[in-house]
């Protein structure tokens, strides 16, 4: 069997052209996305194996990517540990239960909190088995600094100052709560590898919201004892949103990839990592409003800046509901274009 | 008469210590501020010198810093040229009509736009007479680019994708609306300076959100164009909070400071710059929250690591509505303490 190209991309081995996937490639701009969501909410397409499975799938049917990504959210892991979590449809998340005290940590379900996520294994094992292995699996999960923010903060945020000064005027609970969510995460994740999952993303969208000092305390150990607990499982990609100066220190990780944003120039990435690991990113997801050849030959100089080898094309971030699947075909054809 | 520390940093001057101030450092968090908020609307105090003069000596009077910064709004700028700006309290600016054709620009007032801030200039003169030259007084404009994401995207926002998506499938429009933002601006800061105001500084909030290129190519030139025109009246800082990979770039402008953000370390931004340019900033704003003695320490270090020439110490973004006072007044202290 040969090996897929994402796998190949990450173990740094030789590929004719990068492997290319979008971050939040199932949903949002896609019509058939779009019908299930005016039938089902949420949590039922995140809960329902069958569902999620054909949201899952139908980027990899309809825009030719080369990998799947589990239909899912972050957010389920906190569910699973106890918080109640409110998904309303364009609004954001909500938890109505915050964390801010000892009592309010001690009342998080640690153990075993991985078991009450089945319905994504389900969901895995059902993809895994519809894939047939046309492309391969990612399973995901959020970061537990990212975690943290939500569950201190109760919301989505510009920001995130309630959580920060959380971290930084209570630091003993904050790192109480980094290393529950990190365990949990650590098992979750095991268990998506056995369900189905080639390799697995790690995504800190709101790291960059800390200062280089406060990301080595708060998000970076973290970060490394997942990838050191799962490597010998899967590759991990790390994506530390925003986070560029952590670059080097993770290029030093178990990760075998990692994510970018699109403010960094290719060069530098390359610079600050030293060719050690594989990059993941970085388009810029306003530009795919541009006309089509503008969007073809942006990518064509990104792939340039970056190199065909130890590189996976994708966004800087997740995909924006108002693109037109004409465009998003273009960015995948693209790069399987490029020559 | 001896020149300020503010001025002198900026120069290059030997110092005995690094001048402070905060962003935001009028309102919000002072009792006194919010005494008159809950007297007068936001335009009212905006647009009545006298209040405008009250507010902007608050911190000079209460807290201690070196600096006094007009207490006004970016968004007075699209205003004048004939913009429609609400500002609700605590929900942020909103622009009923919003700028997205040839047509919405040329109905832009550009020529003699500057004449409709006389207010600026009044308080800006009433404001200099009270301080009698106890500190110097700062006036300020947004920057071109962030000022566009206002006007396009009509609110505040996570990511200003429609203002991004905007620049980048109509160019030549974003252009356009950029140099007509620039000419304005232009005047306005020096009839800010020709009213009183000692330096400037130049509010590049949403920068951050550009990738390296694209920063080149929508705010650079025109952060350029306006340090071009405004050093030979009065030092100039430029703020491009985010855009940490323009530092090496514009340490070669025309500017005297740049502002800093807490997201890179004072030994990147010194080497980014080569120690040609003085450096402002960068405490985490959600770091005001912890314990004095620690607030305290911090700024020691930040300090030590900045060094004490051609420096200003200051937070990395505006202060936060929810900071005790005398962990503000700490903050300066710590840094006129410093030894």
Redesign the interface.
């Known amino acids: 069997m040969t090996e897929h190209l994402l796998i190949k991309a990450l173990k740094g081995e030789q590929v004719n052209r990068p492997p290319v996937w979008m971050m939040r490639q199932a949903g949002r701009y896609l019509p058939d996305y779009i019908k299930l969501r005016n039938q089902y909410d949420f949590f039922t397409r995140v809960q329902t194996p069958e569902l999620a499975c054909a949201i899952t799938l139908q980027p990899v049917d309809q825009i030719g990517v080369d990998a799947a990504i589990l239909f899912s959210d972050i957010l389920v892991l906190p569910q699973a540990m106890g918080l109640e979590v409110q998904l309303v449809e364009n609004k954001g998340p909500f938890l109505p239960k915050t964390i801010t005290t000892q009592n309010d940590l001690e009342a998080l379900q640690v153990r075993d909190a991985e078991h009450n996520l089945n319905y994504v294994y389900d969901a895995l094992k059902l993809i895994k088995k519809e894939l047939n292995n046309r492309v391969p699996l990612i399973g995901f999960a959020g970061a537990p600094f990212t975690l943290l923010c939500y569950m201190v903060e109760g919301k989505?945020s510009?920001?995130f100052?309630k959580a920060?000064?959380f971290c930084?005027?209570e630091p003993e609970l904050a790192h109480q709560l980094l290393q529950k969510i990190t365990d949990v995460t650590i098992e979750y994740l095991k268990l998506q590898v056995a369900a189905g999952a080639d390799l697995v993303q790690v995504f800190d969208s709101w790291s960059?919201?800390?200062?280089?000092?406060?990301f080595k305390k708060f998000s970076q150990p973290y970060l490394e004892q997942i990838a050191e607990a799962l490597y010998t499982h899967a590759p991990v990609i790390l994506f530390p949103k925003?986070s560029?100066?952590a670059l080097k220190d993770l290029a030093n990780s178990k990760a075998s990839g990692l994510g970018l944003d699109?403010?960094?120039?290719p060069r530098?990435a390359r610079e600050a990592t030293s060719n050690k690991i594989t990059l993941q990113g970085n388009f810029?997801?306003?530009?795919l409003?541009?006309?089509i050849p503008q969007i073809k030959a942006d990518v064509k100089a990104m792939i340039n800046e970056f190199g065909t080898q130890k590189y996976i094309a994708n966004l800087?971030?997740g995909i924006?509901p108002n693109i037109p699947v004409d465009h998003a075909k273009a960015f995948v054809e693209a790069v399987k274009e490029f020559r």
């Open positions: 989505g510009k920001s100052d920060k000064q930084f005027s960059g919201m800390l200062s280089p000092e406060d925003g560029w100066y699109w403010c960094i120039s530098m810029d997801p306003c530009k409003l541009q006309p800087g971030h924006l």
